[in-house]
């Protein structure tokens, strides 16, 4: 019976602790701690010299636990009561002072806040250097064209800055929102006690001010049960990885025999086991895959919180787990895209080839029929008519005679020749558009958008 119990206590406890991974918490802890105890004796509420003790004691806490010799006790179940606890074996009475107005519901939203600033900060550098990679091949490379695809089909041309520019953008929106929630993030829980507040004078503005808020939390009951600002993250983060995803995806094609347009750096690819030839863009592949498990933390957390009552249930526990690891995932696959895009070799000439497949001039063929009186819709049927009978002469739009041209319409001239893949990216030349001088003014602007943030 009493070893019944004893195993039945074992197994709860071991399903409620959460210090394995809560400990990672741990700065932040000790940090929101010493203003709240710093405050407690600012507003008269505990003394001087025990808010120093409380003081003293936290910061060696935080020496044992940075030199490796702090004793963890699973049984204290979380960070908070690991802290708490030991403060008592180095400091006595005076340690159970500290957790005079305040509750650990209110300190694990104080704590997660702060840890979310750092990762939402990382974010945004991480990002910006992922950024800053794309801007310097696409500047390195002003001059390339390639294809540009729609339903994977050669389109039209365009410059491969332009197409590197495009996840400049994608990445500039991650970075925004990045941005925005930490403004959300930015407010301080403290001060709301176990969901209704608390019964003694505490100076929240103060707190606020000493831990880097931008202001204090207006309904205690939201306080300690709000956890929106990590789901903003998860949201931002799985858009995040879902462009990063499309990019591996790209730089996983374009590495093919098939494409051919770009190799990986030796570090960035793996050789297979078994054939010799093969270099496989692994880090691409891995940043994709990793994408799957980002989405599922977003749909965790959605999924822990949509039944949950006012205020504080301890379901919300569950929150950690999956936003540590996707913000693992997210800082990680940032820094080694960066790597992946700045060390990865353009193969110009092969985009240049690709780019020459003259049917995808034929838009600009129709074009040159609008330019010369006929109608656009009348204009795609000549040209389509056009393509399809080069198509089955076996001859490119280059090396179709006039003649031919002739047959499908009295509007063709000579100069229909000079339509070119570059002539196609030049006359493309609107806000926006793949000419090579949009292109340049929107890489001299992705340079001042970084170059200010930095
Ligand atoms: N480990 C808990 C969590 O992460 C801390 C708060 C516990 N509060 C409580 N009333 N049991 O949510």
Not at 44 to 69: C, F, M, Q, Y
Not at 123 to 131: F, R, S
Request: net charge negative; proline share 3%.
């Amino acid at each position: 019976m009493a070893e019944s119990r004893a195993a039945c206590s074992a197994m709860t406890n071991s399903y409620t602790v959460s210090i394995h991974y809560d400990r990672r918490l741990y700065r932040h802890d000790i940090a929101g701690s010493m203003v709240h105890a710093r405050m407690l004796a600012r507003q008269g509420i505990i003394g001087e010299e025990d808010a120093r003790l409380i003081v003293e004691g936290l910061s060696s806490i935080r020496d044992e636990i940075e030199g490796g010799h702090f004793p963890w006790q699973e049984e204290l179940e979380d960070i908070h009561m690991n802290v708490e606890s030991r403060l008592h074996e180095l400091i006595g009475p005076p340690a159970g002072k500290l957790h005079t107005g305040r509750s650990r519901n209110d300190q694990v939203a104080v704590d997660m806040r702060m840890y979310a600033r750092d990762v939402l900060k990382d974010a945004c550098n991480g990002i910006a250097k992922l950024q800053r990679a794309l801007v310097s091949q696409g500047d390195a490379h002003r001059e390339v064209v390639m294809p540009g695809y729609t339903h994977m089909q050669r389109a039209q041309t365009v410059l491969l800055a332009h197409h590197l520019l495009a996840y400049f953008e994608m990445l500039q929106r991650d970075r925004t929102r990045m941005e925005e929630c930490h403004r959300r993030a930015n407010v301080l829980p403290l001060g709301s006690g176990a969901l209704a507040g608390v019964p003694y004078p505490l100076d929240r503005d103060w707190v606020a001010a000493e831990l880097g808020f931008d202001g204090v939390t207006a309904n205690s009951m939201d306080a300690v049960s709000d956890r929106d600002y990590l789901l903003d993250f998860h949201a931002a983060a799985a858009t995040c990885m879902m462009h990063m995803s499309r990019l591996s995806e790209e730089l996983v094609l374009w590495s093919s025999s098939e494409f051919g347009f770009v190799a990986m750096a030796p570090k960035f690819s793996t050789g297979s086991s078994i054939m010799p030839q093969k270099r496989n863009p692994d880090f691409a592949e891995i940043a994709r895959g990793k994408t799957g498990r980002v989405y599922g933390s977003l749909m965790a957390l959605l999924t822990v919180m949509k039944g949950l009552p006012l205020t504080y249930n301890r379901d919300m526990q569950e929150d950690k787990e999956g936003f540590f690891d996707a913000s693992d995932t997210l800082l990680a696959t940032l820094e080694v895209m960066a790597s992946v895009v700045s060390t990865m070799e353009v193969k110009a000439e092969r985009m240049e080839q690709a780019a020459s497949d003259s049917f995808m001039l034929a838009t600009d063929l129709a074009d040159y029929l609008v330019g010369k009186g006929m109608p656009f819709r009348q204009a795609h049927g000549v040209v389509r008519e056009l393509c399809a009978h080069a198509h089955s002469r076996g001859l490119t739009l280059q090396q179709l005679p006039m003649q031919d041209y002739r047959g499908f319409s009295e509007l063709f001239e000579e100069d229909v020749y000079r339509i070119t893949p570059r002539g196609s990216a030049e006359a493309r030349n609107v806000t926006g558009g793949t000419a090579p001088n949009q292109v340049r003014l929107a890489l001299e602007e992705a340079k001042r958008c970084l170059g200010e943030e930095e």
